[in-house]
């Protein structure tokens, strides 16, 4: 049977959901047989969830997985499937995939790399299985083969590369091709990051091309366990044409995508390229028959989005909308409050969660929509996009005497743009009253000469208490409104701006932020032949970045606190991302801004920057959880760590500084003083 009906399946699971991941599993096989697939490779671990941290340590976490796959195996009749799960085997973890053919399972393969790097520490879980081993594993009263292996079923050779397997250089792909394998399955738990999809396509078609086999690859979907988003992206490709590739960023529990291989051609290939026989007891034999499939011609198209010039706009709209879905429902919360400045940073925030409502319309309908938030009955009634926002985003406004009209028009125009409810409240007696009581307390006046930071907190913090009770009172999610610039510097009052449940920007830098928004507002979201934007974001859009904490003759702006946005950004993708010393980031900022800010600038902002990242380290500490987005992840608990207390670079701050003296060209023409 050479024409076969394959399918990769993605799936949005939640760790050690035990009933609901079994569900979405069943329901993907039922679709796949109703689609007429022979063949369905379904992600990563999705029995137990990819995110179950230490839990994995558990006996009943592999037990629980253990009786969730005796569960699913009835509901294979007709299909061949593979399924993810945590296996013990003389008494170590192995993360591995189950491939079962019509009710039964014919055996467990491997992983054999282990990802140990950025948001991954698979290796404190799992053992890495070597290459070319086989041993057999006792599950309840039969024994089933185990490790790396290759299942020949009616002919057709089938084996695996599980997720990092295909990201390494040694991949098991090369021994499958010695080994004649028809598919490869790639079951997969890749977190999103901006453009990796492309990455992944590379591999997946090379795969195909280079070991002359037909590749599936699949993905999770969703937000599954609070930081990582797993944009659902799955492909097939076969001899190194990518045939079909799957929607991203989607609502769904579950999506099936198929297309038809012809393994005659794959076999045609592969006999006109010299491989060596392959050895080792790798085979597993069995019977099955495949359904007879039609030809197809079939390639793969792009999305939509991803064919036009605002792919990391896009990406970060749909995979930031989706993650706030996930975390909302899996939470059971009612809705999002945020504190709305009317800047940049919380406009970005209720922005998204409007996007949140119209993209999960345009996904899977507003019907669909209220039904995975059927818990929250206010919503159930409302047949608008505006008339759901109104009960799930709430934000409130809290001006001082320092706080502008323009910021008020800004976060009242954004909220009514979206339909959002909207609270307007004056903390300025609040301030005051704290004020009071400290001076009476010390015997002095606070003034702005002497206590500039402390008047500016006390603002912040106060604002913390009014939020967090509206919160509650609604049994909402409270979103801290902080950028990752921010995050690098701790500009953010700990206990006030920093208050959320958490913070779904903390990813991304200021300077690009403030871009987003003007495409949000004036191009959008592309779907369906339409755009989606929000027009309430023109009044911030025309806004220099400011805390307003400072009286407003003082004319506070954020980069008169800092440094220019862009250059602390370049700062900290060199120093952080690169690990650069002192030094070689402010020559680095030297060639990269060379005719746009003085040296002196860019000396002062190299020098503030370190001391600034190695003295808050302990705010990064505890920041709200943040969604990861690409390598420039500052989360400590995640992707970077630091230490809480360290030398603060002294040493490597006084070598900038002499050799910043001994090249001191003043007097450049051309340059901005900032």
Request: aromatic share 10%; glycine share 6%; hydrophobic share 35%.
């Amino acid at each position: 049977m050479p024409l076969l009906k394959v399918a990769a399946g993605t799936i949005n699971t939640t760790p050690l959901a035990w009933e609901e991941n079994k569900k979405h599993i069943i329901e993907s096989i039922e679709e796949a047989r109703n689609q007429h697939v022979s063949l369905l490779c379904l992600p990563e671990l999705c029995i137990t969830g990819y995110g179950c941290e230490d839990a994995f340590y558990s006996p009943n976490t592999l037990t629980q997985a253990i009786e969730s796959l005796h569960e699913i195996v009835p509901h294979t009749s007709g299909i061949a499937v593979s399924v993810g799960l945590p296996m013990q085997f003389n008494s170590k973890i192995y993360n591995t995939a189950c491939f079962i053919v019509n009710k039964r399972i014919l055996g467990f393969v491997a992983k054999q790399h282990l990802p140990n790097y950025g948001v991954f520490y698979e290796d404190r879980w799992f053992h890495r299985w070597p290459a070319n081993a086989r041993d057999e594993i006792k599950v309840r009263d039969f024994s089933y083969p185990f490790g790396d292996l290759v299942f020949d079923v009616s002919g057709i050779r089938i084996g695996f590369e599980i997720c990092e397997d295909a990201w390494v250089a040694q991949r098991p792909g090369r021994n499958h091709f010695d080994r004649g394998v028809d598919v490869i399955l790639n079951p997969s738990a890749s977190p999103f990051a901006f453009h990796k999809f492309i990455t992944r396509e590379r591999f997946v078609i090379d795969g195909s091309r280079s070991y002359s086999c037909s590749y599936v690859y699949t993905n999770l979907l969703g937000n599954e366990s609070g930081r990582l988003i797993f944009d659902g992206d799955a492909m097939i490709a076969s001899n190194g044409t990518l045939l079909a590739s799957s929607p991203r960023f989607g609502y769904h529990d579950y999506h099936i995508t198929s297309a038809v291989i012809d393994t005659d051609v794959t076999r045609l290939s592969h006999s006109q390229i010299k491989s060596a026989l392959p050895t080792g007891n790798w085979k597993v034999v069995d019977t099955f028959e495949w359904h007879e499939a039609a030809p197809a011609y079939q390639v793969a198209e792009l999305e939509p989005f991803e064919r036009e010039g605002y792919l990391k706009e896009e990406e970060f709209a749909r995979a930031v909308s989706l993650a706030l879905f996930d975390y909302l429902r899996k939470s059971r919360s009612q809705g999002f409050t945020v504190s709305l400045s009317g800047g940049a940073d919380s406009c970005a925030c209720v922005a998204l969660c409007g996007l949140m409502i119209r993209l999960a319309d345009e996904s899977i309908g507003l019907a669909a929509f209220k039904q995975k938030l059927s818990y929250i009955k206010k919503i159930q009634q409302e047949t608008t996009e505006e008339g759901i926002a109104k009960h799930l985003i709430h934000s409130i406004y809290q001006g001082t005497e320092n706080s502008s009209t323009d910021t008020l028009e800004s976060a009242k125009s954004l909220a009514d743009s979206i339909g959002s409810t909207f609270y307007n409240v004056n903390i300025n007696g609040l301030v005051e009253s704290y004020k009071d009581l400290i001076e009476q307390q010390i015997g002095r006046d606070l003034t702005w000469e002497q206590d500039d930071i402390p008047l500016q907190n006390i603002q912040a913090r106060v604002r913390a208490p009014g939020v967090w009770l509206l919160t509650n009172l609604y049994g909402h999610l409270l979103l801290a409104t902080s950028n990752r610039s921010e995050v690098a510097v701790g500009y953010c009052t700990m206990d006030g701006d920093t208050a959320g449940s958490i913070s779904p920007i903390a990813g991304i830098d200021k300077f690009w932020l403030r871009q987003w928004l003007v495409w949000l507002e004036t191009i959008g979201c592309h779907v369906k032949g339409k755009n989606i934007k929000i027009e309430g974001l023109k009044k911030v859009n025309s806004l220099q970045p400011t805390a307003e904490l400072r009286p407003q003759h003082k004319m506070q702006t954020d980069e008169k606190d800092l440094m220019p946005y862009e250059v602390l950004d370049a700062i900290e993708k060199v120093a952080i991302r690169d690990k650069k010393s002192p030094i070689d980031c402010f020559r680095f900022m030297e060639v990269r801004f060379a005719e746009r800010y003085t040296r002196d600038v860019l000396f002062t902002s190299v020098e503030r920057f370190f001391k600034l990242w190695s003295r808050n380290q302990w705010k990064r500490e505890r920041y709200a959880p943040s969604f990861h987005l690409d390598d420039l992840n500052l989360d400590p608990r995640s992707w970077c760590r630091f230490p809480i207390l360290s030398g603060g670079f002294e040493k490597e701050l006084e070598e900038l500084s002499a050799y910043y003296e001994g090249k001191n060209h003043k007097g450049r023409k051309g340059k901005i003083g900032f």
